[in-house]
């Protein structure tokens, strides 16, 4: 008998049953009272936990590996190549196929709009603003932060001017989801602000969302295929240096490269891969993950790379992989979104790294009392950080002659007006490169790539045994080795009676001492089978008098609603802002810091499935083991349980799945999402997607109902 993959006949199907506020569950619902912290905090708390020991052995492993040329050397070979592991490589490289598009002439410099192919038909705008003096000239690339504008922003245009002023090449180029790259554009409506911000204008009529939240969407396809979103800003930046070497005009062998917050990383990023950066200033950037977690939490999706806490690259060890490239950490003291003491930490490590090579000149800080951004401080900074090793020789650059003593920030940012408007130094004709004939996106590209994969995995799956399936689905999501050696205790922590059957709530232990809680629903007179019933809003949900709970009790069904890691009680972020309008999650920090420790939420709960099966099949609830064990998963409970169950080895009669996504191959290809960073899988699909679980499970016991989509929304 096949598998059964369909519809819900009646929408009424789809929609939990909730108990509501008076219904007896309210007082078994709640959070236990007791507890000195709830059940979420406790669950976040582990989180930290097993992050700052992962943090402490590597500045341990710092602190006692390092001690000699070789060891530096090995140091930085080995995070070099887990980096370019953990964002996917790099591509090959293609024609360019380089166009100067318009110029501009400025005082004392002039523009060439410039528009070239990173890869085929993915296109990159730039402005490279060049010396009035005789070439041929050092170049700097100037890399954005998140600036919705991108090259177009006033501190970007100012800092390439100055440059441009003291005979230096500078170009700037728009990242993906920024400035004319935008990758989820929308061709019915015009939008005079974005979706996820009313109150911020958008830099075209067709954007809709904030760069940071194309960022990230970007990142979790990227992820699902093993790559990250900063591939793409990584090859753009390498491919821009492949075009300014390409001319005679440049210096190929003096090339420099800034950039402020968002660019600073990219700066990081591409210094510590590009040996051809000769000279680097990341601005507002770096800063210990320590004390970016103790202040902000992860970042949107390229600063965040898949396990590279575990292995030990913290942000300084992007500057460390530079070495003995000369590098100029620019930071505000009065940055609010990169914390300057984490910043002063990294830089003493990187200092003594340099130092330990023989190179203390060549890493340097530069610290104004400003805030975020590209100030005048740090524009006049790099300016001379740059003529120094590009052009060899010390030259105080000022960009006005004196500052006041005292500025306000609002003051301060004053001198970022820009010399040229948007439109001015605009590039494609449409002001997208989405919109240039037979352009692709990133998804585009995510998704080709994934249907590549897919081809290529096919034969290996099916040359592995169902055990070597089993060890790989294991490791791939970083689940348990093995499945639990025994049943938990559950402690019983309340009950009520309802007309023939009792609910009891109750709590077992999982890593950490963390806290998952249950409702037991046990008839009074028990036919034999039990059901795990897992529902991704949490216990209470389908728990009504009427519900589908209720009429499994009455058939004489022992039900166990309980409550993965995440889900329910433990569900963290509530309280918090939600990084793109809770289009992530409101657990979306810490289903990202798990990312950089190299743990899933479908790990962890996988295992929370196989805790309470094993509890279940124990039979504590009836004094001995149930004749059949059931399982039905629903939303974000789905995705683990399927694992679950392909692993318990028909552990389960039956396995029921509703509203679960067809395929990861799905989330990739589509353009939006909501609420699927909680499935992402880093390099899943390298391995298998979600139908290939099902012979695991046994094809006449499960059967996938109700279908969403990638929107969380009944599949029509």
Not at 77 to 97: C, K, M
Not at 227 to 233: I, L, P, S, T
Not at 264 to 273: I, K
């Amino acid at each position: 008998m096949k598998s059964t993959i369909g519809l819900a006949l009646l929408v009424s199907l789809w929609l939990p049953f909730r108990a509501h506020a008076g219904d007896d569950l309210d007082a078994l619902v709640a959070p236990n009272a007791s507890a000195q912290q709830t059940p979420a905090a406790a669950f976040e708390a582990w989180l930290r936990h097993e992050f700052d020991l992962q943090v402490t052995r590597r500045s341990a492993a710092f602190e006692t590996m390092i001690k000699s040329r070789t060891a530096s050397a090995a140091w930085q070979a080995e995070r070099r190549a887990f980096f370019l592991r953990q964002i996917g490589g790099l591509p090959e490289r293609t024609p360019l196929n380089p166009l100067i598009v318009g110029k501009l002439e400025g005082d004392g410099y002039r523009v060439e709009k410039i528009l070239l192919e990173s890869r085929p038909k993915f296109h990159v705008a730039a402005n490279l603003y060049l010396p009035k003096s005789p070439p041929p000239w050092p170049a700097v690339l100037v890399a954005c932060g998140h600036s919705h504008e991108g090259k177009a922003v006033g501190q970007y245009q100012r800092v390439c001017i100055l440059l441009a002023r003291h005979g230096m090449a500078a170009v700037c180029y728009d990242p993906i989801g920024q400035g004319e790259r935008y990758q989820m554009l929308d061709s019915v409506r015009e939008h005079t602000a974005f979706v996820d911000a009313p109150h911020i204008a958008t830099p075209h009529p067709m954007v809709r969302h904030l760069c940071t939240t194309e960022h990230t969407m970007i990142g979790l396809g990227s992820a699902l295929v093993g790559d990250n979103v900063a591939q793409f800003r990584i090859w753009d930046g390498m491919r821009v240096i492949d075009y300014l070497q390409s001319r005679s005009d440049i210096r190929g062998d003096k090339i420099g490269c800034t950039g402020n917050s968002g660019g600073g990383t990219e700066t990081a990023y591409l210094t510590a891969l590009d040996d051809r950066i000769a000279a680097s200033a990341p601005g507002c950037s770096l800063t210990t993950f320590r004390r970016l977690i103790e202040t902000k939490g992860p970042q949107d999706g390229e600063q965040n790379i898949f396990g590279q806490i575990d292995f030990g690259l913290d942000q300084a060890d992007f500057c460390i992989m530079a070495a003995p490239h000369p590098t100029l950490i620019c930071a505000g003291v009065r940055d609010a979104t990169f914390d300057f003491r984490g910043t002063w930490d990294l830089f003493l490590e990187a200092k003594r790294f340099y130092s330990r090579i023989g190179y203390p000149e060549r890493m340097e800080l530069n610290a104004p009392d400003a805030p975020h951004g590209f100030t005048l401080q740090q524009r006049e900074a790099t300016a001379r950080w740059m003529h120094r090793w590009l052009l060899g020789g010390e030259k105080e650059i000022r960009e006005v002659d004196a500052l006041p003593d005292r500025l306000t920030d609002d003051e301060l940012r004053a001198y970022n007006e820009p010399d040229w408007t948007q439109a001015e130094l605009q590039c494609t004709p449409g002001g997208q490169v989405l919109l240039l004939p037979e352009e692709r996106s990133t998804f585009d590209l995510n998704a080709a790539k994934a249907a590549r994969l897919r081809t290529e995995r096919a034969a290996r799956w099916k040359g592995l045994t169902t055990s070597e399936q089993r060890r790989l689905i294991r490791t791939t999501i970083g689940a348990a080795a093995e499945l639990p050696a025994a049943a938990p205790h559950a402690e019983t922590i309340s009950s009520i009676r309802r007309d023939g059957y009792a609910i009891r709530k109750l709590a077992i232990a999982v890593e950490g001492g963390v806290r998952l809680s249950a409702l037991a629903f046990v008839p009074d007179r028990p036919s034999g089978p039990a059901t795990l019933y897992l529902h991704g809003a949490g216990m209470a949900n389908d728990a009504g008098l009427d519900g589908p709970i209720a009429a499994l009790v009455r058939r004489g069904h022992i039900v166990l609603a309980a409550e993965l890691r995440g889900i329910g009680e433990t569900e963290t972020g509530h309280g918090k802002k939600e990084f793109g309008k809770g289009r992530f999650g409101p657990d979306n920090l810490e289903i990202f810091l798990a990312y950089l420790m190299g743990k899933s939420f479908v790990g962890l709960r996988t295992d929370d499935v196989l805790l309470w099966s094993a509890y279940l099949r124990e039979g504590e609830l009836l004094g001995g083991p149930p004749n059949e064990l059931h399982l039905t998963a629903i939303g974000e409970a789905a995705i683990p349980a399927l694992h679950a169950a392909a692993l318990a080895e028909s552990g389960f009669r039956t396995v029921n799945i509703r509203q679960m996504i067809a395929s990861w191959e799905s989330v990739v290809a589509a353009p939006e999402t909501f609420n699927q960073s909680v499935n992402v899988v880093h390099g899943v699909l390298r391995h298998y997607d979600l139908a290939d679980l099902l012979p695991l499970v046994g094809t006449n016991q499960v059967s996938v109902l109700e279908t969403a989509d990638t929107l969380g929304q009944p599949v029509p």
